[in-house]
């Protein structure tokens, strides 16, 4: 994941961002997990800064989208209490996709600053730059 990379993805997730009119903190890892890039749109949340970039790294270390670790992560389901692992950096809820290289997880985006729904959305958005 090169800084150019990272710079591409940012660029169409804020282009994404921007046609919803929901300003986003947009984070982008390397194959590590670690941040490579991160942007906070004007008007975005500032709690959103740390889930963006936590979003991220936990779709690089577990290599899936955070919104399908959260359905695998709720009461009785397979990874009931991960979000506790890793000093509380695991997130379980949409926003966070891994990219891939030639079928190899080389990083990650992870989006927030909206509903689920839209920061996934803003991250797939990414994702499909890269």
């Given at each position: 994941?090169?800084?150019?990379?990272?710079?591409?993805?940012?660029?169409?997730?804020?282009?994404?961002a921007h046609e919803i009119k929901q300003p986003m903190n947009i984070a982008?890892?390397?194959?590590?997990?670690?941040?490579?890039?991160?942007?906070?749109?004007?008007?975005?949340?500032?709690?959103?800064?740390?889930?963006?970039?936590?979003?991220?790294?936990?779709?690089?270390?577990?290599?899936?989208?955070?919104?399908?670790?959260?359905?695998?992560?709720?009461?009785?389901?397979?990874?009931?209490?991960?979000?506790?692992?890793?000093?509380?950096?695991?997130?379980?809820?949409?926003?966070?996709?891994?990219?891939?290289?030639?079928?190899?997880?080389?990083?990650?985006?992870?989006?927030?600053?909206?509903?689920?729904?839209?920061?996934?959305?803003?991250?797939?958005?990414?994702?499909?730059?890269?």
């Amino acid at each position: 994941m090169t800084l150019a990379d990272a710079r591409k993805i940012t660029a169409a997730a804020e282009k994404k961002a921007h046609e919803i009119k929901q300003p986003m903190n947009i984070a982008v890892v390397d194959e590590g997990g670690n941040l490579v890039s991160h942007v906070r749109m004007d008007g975005a949340w500032l709690g959103s800064i740390d889930i963006s970039i936590n979003k991220a790294f936990t779709s690089r270390a577990f290599d899936i989208t955070t919104k399908d670790l959260g359905k695998n992560s709720q009461s009785g389901d397979q990874f009931f209490g991960i979000h506790v692992s890793n000093h509380g950096r695991v997130m379980i809820f949409a926003g966070g996709i891994p990219l891939k290289r030639d079928g190899k997880v080389v990083g990650a985006v992870g989006v927030s600053g909206g509903s689920g729904e839209q920061d996934h959305a803003v991250a797939e958005a990414g994702a499909a730059a890269f």
